[in-house]
Protein backbone atom coordinates (compact mmCIF):
# COMPACT_ATOMS: atom_id res chain seq x y z
CA UNK A 1 0.00 0.00 0.00
CA UNK A 2 1.02 3.25 -0.94
CA UNK A 3 -0.09 6.91 0.44
CA UNK A 4 0.89 9.91 -1.12
CA UNK A 5 0.92 12.73 1.24
CA UNK A 6 0.55 16.59 -0.19
CA UNK A 7 1.32 19.93 0.44
CA UNK A 8 2.05 23.17 -1.66
CA UNK A 9 5.71 23.63 -0.30
CA UNK A 10 6.46 19.81 0.76
CA UNK A 11 8.47 21.21 3.84
CA UNK A 12 6.63 20.70 6.92
CA UNK A 13 3.02 18.86 6.99
CA UNK A 14 3.73 16.49 4.37
CA UNK A 15 6.98 16.07 5.36
CA UNK A 16 5.97 15.57 8.92
CA UNK A 17 3.58 12.36 7.65
CA UNK A 18 5.36 10.94 5.38
CA UNK A 19 8.19 10.36 8.13
CA UNK A 20 5.55 9.57 10.48
CA UNK A 21 3.52 7.17 8.75
CA UNK A 22 6.80 5.27 7.85
CA UNK A 23 7.84 5.49 11.04
CA UNK A 24 4.72 4.03 11.93
CA UNK A 25 3.41 1.81 9.29
CA UNK A 26 4.08 -2.25 9.46
CA UNK A 27 5.59 -4.05 6.44
CA UNK A 28 3.83 -3.09 3.00
CA UNK A 29 2.58 0.34 3.75
CA UNK A 30 4.72 3.11 2.48
CA UNK A 31 4.34 6.89 2.57
CA UNK A 32 5.78 9.62 0.28
CA UNK A 33 5.10 13.08 0.22
CA UNK A 34 5.53 16.07 -2.66
CA UNK A 35 4.07 19.53 -2.84
CA UNK A 36 2.57 21.52 -5.95
CA UNK A 37 5.22 24.47 -5.19
CA UNK A 38 8.20 22.38 -3.34
CA UNK A 39 10.69 24.97 -1.48
CA UNK A 40 13.48 22.49 -2.36
CA UNK A 41 14.46 22.19 1.60
CA UNK A 42 12.82 20.87 4.68
CA UNK A 43 12.30 23.29 7.19
CA UNK A 44 14.92 22.31 9.70
CA UNK A 45 12.38 22.56 12.38
CA UNK A 46 10.23 20.13 11.05
CA UNK A 47 13.67 17.86 10.73
CA UNK A 48 14.56 18.88 14.52
CA UNK A 49 10.52 18.19 15.63
CA UNK A 50 11.16 14.11 14.52
CA UNK A 51 14.66 13.89 15.78
CA UNK A 52 12.72 14.84 18.66
CA UNK A 53 10.25 12.18 18.76
CA UNK A 54 12.90 9.51 17.60
CA UNK A 55 11.55 9.50 14.25
CA UNK A 56 14.32 8.60 11.03
CA UNK A 57 14.96 11.74 8.94
CA UNK A 58 16.91 9.93 6.53
CA UNK A 59 15.81 10.07 2.24
CA UNK A 60 13.49 13.22 3.91
CA UNK A 61 13.57 15.89 1.01
CA UNK A 62 11.13 18.71 -0.31
CA UNK A 63 10.22 17.06 -3.95
CA UNK A 64 7.30 18.15 -6.50
CA UNK A 65 4.68 16.20 -7.86
CA UNK A 66 5.70 15.02 -10.72
CA UNK A 67 8.61 13.23 -9.22
CA UNK A 68 6.00 10.61 -8.31
CA UNK A 69 4.29 10.59 -11.29
CA UNK A 70 5.32 6.58 -11.82
CA UNK A 71 3.55 5.72 -7.79
CA UNK A 72 0.32 5.04 -8.48
CA UNK A 73 -0.39 5.13 -4.77
CA UNK A 74 -3.17 4.06 -3.07
CA UNK A 75 -4.17 7.10 -1.52
CA UNK A 76 -3.56 10.86 -1.50
CA UNK A 77 -3.76 13.14 1.43
CA UNK A 78 -3.74 16.44 1.14
CA UNK A 79 -2.74 18.06 4.91
CA UNK A 80 -3.00 21.92 3.43
CA UNK A 81 -5.49 23.91 2.81
CA UNK A 82 -4.11 25.32 -0.68
CA UNK A 83 -3.41 21.81 -2.05
CA UNK A 84 -6.87 21.00 -0.84
CA UNK A 85 -7.97 23.14 -3.55
CA UNK A 86 -6.14 22.10 -6.26
CA UNK A 87 -6.68 19.38 -8.60
CA UNK A 88 -4.67 15.79 -8.23
CA UNK A 89 -3.27 15.31 -11.22
CA UNK A 90 -4.21 12.26 -13.66
CA UNK A 91 -1.60 10.08 -12.82
CA UNK A 92 -3.44 9.49 -9.34
CA UNK A 93 -5.79 7.86 -11.02
CA UNK A 94 -7.86 5.58 -9.08
CA UNK A 95 -6.29 6.27 -5.48
CA UNK A 96 -8.76 7.36 -2.44
CA UNK A 97 -8.42 10.92 -1.84
CA UNK A 98 -8.93 13.28 1.12
CA UNK A 99 -8.42 16.31 3.07
CA UNK A 100 -6.48 16.01 6.41
CA UNK A 101 -5.81 20.05 6.69
CA UNK A 102 -3.21 21.33 9.12
CA UNK A 103 -2.55 24.75 10.37
CA UNK A 104 1.07 25.38 9.36
CA UNK A 105 3.21 25.61 12.18
CA UNK A 106 5.76 27.72 10.11
CA UNK A 107 3.26 30.38 9.67
CA UNK A 108 3.71 31.34 13.61
CA UNK A 109 6.38 33.94 15.05
CA UNK A 110 7.42 33.19 18.85
CA UNK A 111 10.34 31.68 20.73
CA UNK A 112 12.07 29.33 19.93
CA UNK A 113 10.24 27.28 22.76
CA UNK A 114 7.22 28.64 20.86
CA UNK A 115 7.96 27.22 17.80
CA UNK A 116 9.04 23.81 18.87
CA UNK A 117 6.20 23.59 20.83
CA UNK A 118 4.09 24.41 17.48
CA UNK A 119 5.76 21.77 15.56
CA UNK A 120 5.97 19.50 18.26
CA UNK A 121 2.01 19.58 18.52
CA UNK A 122 1.57 19.30 14.43
CA UNK A 123 3.54 16.00 14.48
CA UNK A 124 1.64 14.58 17.09
CA UNK A 125 -1.41 15.72 15.54
CA UNK A 126 -0.71 13.77 12.43
CA UNK A 127 0.69 10.63 14.72
CA UNK A 128 -3.16 10.48 15.80
CA UNK A 129 -4.12 10.42 12.80
CA UNK A 130 -1.83 8.23 11.30
CA UNK A 131 -2.34 5.34 13.86
CA UNK A 132 -6.21 5.75 13.13
CA UNK A 133 -5.44 5.14 9.14
CA UNK A 134 -3.18 2.49 10.16
CA UNK A 135 -5.42 0.77 12.59
CA UNK A 136 -8.03 0.65 9.44
CA UNK A 137 -9.35 -2.86 8.84
CA UNK A 138 -8.77 -2.14 4.76
CA UNK A 139 -9.92 -5.98 4.02
CA UNK A 140 -13.56 -4.93 5.08
CA UNK A 141 -13.57 -1.65 3.69
CA UNK A 142 -14.73 -0.58 0.31
CA UNK A 143 -13.06 2.47 -1.71
CA UNK A 144 -16.27 4.79 -0.76
CA UNK A 145 -15.81 3.19 3.21
CA UNK A 146 -12.34 4.14 3.03
CA UNK A 147 -13.04 7.65 1.62
CA UNK A 148 -15.29 8.09 4.37
CA UNK A 149 -13.13 6.74 7.00
CA UNK A 150 -10.29 9.14 5.56
CA UNK A 151 -12.36 12.05 5.82
CA UNK A 152 -13.69 11.23 9.75
CA UNK A 153 -10.14 11.06 10.24
CA UNK A 154 -9.33 14.24 8.79
CA UNK A 155 -11.56 15.66 11.41
CA UNK A 156 -9.32 14.19 14.76
Not at 27 to 52: E, I, T
Not at 55 to 62: D, K, M, R, V, W
Not at 67 to 84: G, Q, R
Not at 124 to 137: C, G, M, Q, V, Y
Amino acid sequence: MKVLFLCTANSCRSILSEAVFNHLAPDGMQAFSAGSQPKGAVNPLSLSALQRAGISTEGISSKAIDTHAELAPDFVITVCDKAAGETCPVFFGPAVKAHWGLADPSDLQGSAAELYAAFDATLEHIKHRIEAFIALPFDLLNAEQLKAELIRIGTL
